[in-house]
């Protein structure tokens, strides 16, 4: 697929500086990129490559200034990192709209209900009652479990698992291999010293404009659900154990684990490999650094914490800085400690 400078800019609202005629067929990055690729300048750090790039295209800030001149057509906008990703997603709609129909061999169940323009891959098995929305992707090996809901505009990737009863919403991406609405981990412990398994009859809801990254798992409730609200992200390799609740337009990297009933509020964000323990809040707003361990409610908004167990981000770093530094402290201890023993020695 071929797009000009003009149309380009049409999608992202921006200024042709340069031949609007000019054909591009592929991105790439600015150092890197070759005629008929699109590249974007959004970090001064790499500006160099603005005058040496073989890019045709590139999309930069409405107020860079040119120290020398350019081979390369300009398309200024005011934030040109945020209009790089606006014209992928819109590239990304153009490539999915190419994905239509029902591919055999797939299992639909004859209950299940299919809106319009879904596109189903093969090897998907679509269960009793499976409801999906208009426009929505269910790729190849995806299975879908009885009385799941898919929402509109909805892309479930290869591979992912989604038992019954859970409900996805609008505008959601489910990434390949991810599990939704296994069992959260209940068990009993008996006299004998053997655990009961505790049966887990909750779902799991994905509000709408969710996205959750490869190979994630999303627990079922025991009762209820576990919910994921609208606008958060999650990354790969996350565990959101059962009945936990995340609020609106978190962010949550890789290797995160919330341990069961925690409920964190809006605007949370959690570094990589953090773990949070079980039947506690998390305030609004608040910050939690990777590899941080979260043992106690957080009530204070816009708090920002690090280290295990986690405390307030500041007096952690000072504290890191102190314990670096203990054993210079501890040998002028003794040195003060010999020097105070010499003296007493003196005075006798």
Do not use: W
Not at 18 to 27: E, L, N, R
Not at 44 to 61: C, D, F, Q, W
Not at 258 to 278: L, N, P, R, Y
Request: some cysteine.
């Amino acid at each position: 697929m071929q797009f000009s400078a003009a149309q380009i800019a049409s999608i992202i609202t921006g200024r042709v500086e340069g031949d609007p005629a000019t054909q591009v067929s592929a991105f790439s990055k600015i150092e890197e990129a070759v005629a008929g690729q699109l590249a974007f300048l959004a970090n001064p750090k790499y500006e160099e490559y603005l005058y040496t790039t073989g890019a045709s295209v590139i999309i930069v800030n409405e107020t860079l200034e040119l120290r020398s001149p350019v081979n390369a057509t300009l398309i200024r906008v005011p934030d040109a990192y945020s209009a790089f990703a606006r014209l992928l997603s819109a590239y990304q709609d153009i490539i999915a709209l190419q994905l239509s129909g029902i591919e055999q061999p797939s299992h639909i169940a004859p209950t299940a209900i299919l809106g319009e323009r879904v596109y189903v891959g093969a090897f998907a098995y679509l269960a009793d009652h499976v409801t999906i929305g208009n426009d929505s992707k269910i790729h190849p090996q995806v299975y879908l479990g009885r009385n799941v809901r898919i929402g509109n505009n909805t892309v479930i990737h290869p591979g992912v698992k989604i038992y019954h009863d859970c409900v996805i919403g609008d505008h959601v991406i489910v990434h390949a291999g991810t599990v939704i609405g296994s069992d959260g981990f209940g068990f009993a412990p008996q006299a004998d010293g053997t655990y009961h398994k505790v049966p887990q009859i909750g779902n799991v809801v994905l509000e709408d404009r969710v996205e959750i990254g490869a190979n994630a798992c999303i627990d079922r409730a025991t009762m209820g659900s576990t919910i994921i609200r609208q606008g958060s992200k999650l990354d790969n390799l996350i565990q959101i154990a059962h009945n936990v609740e995340v609020g609106r337009n978190n962010v949550i990297a890789a290797q995160a684990g919330i341990s069961g009933s925690t409920k964190i509020g809006d605007h949370v964000q959690i570094g990589g490999q953090a773990g949070i323990a079980g039947h506690i809040t998390i305030a609004e707003g608040t910050r939690i650094n990777g590899q941080s361990g979260v043992t106690k409610a957080i009530k204070t908004p816009n708090t920002a914490l690090n280290g295990t167990p986690a405390f307030d981000y500041k007096a952690s770093l000072r504290t890191q800085a102190l314990v670096r530094h203990l054993p210079e402290l501890e040998r002028r201890m003794q040195e003060l400690e010999n020097l105070v023993q010499q003296l007493r020695h003196a005075d006798v």
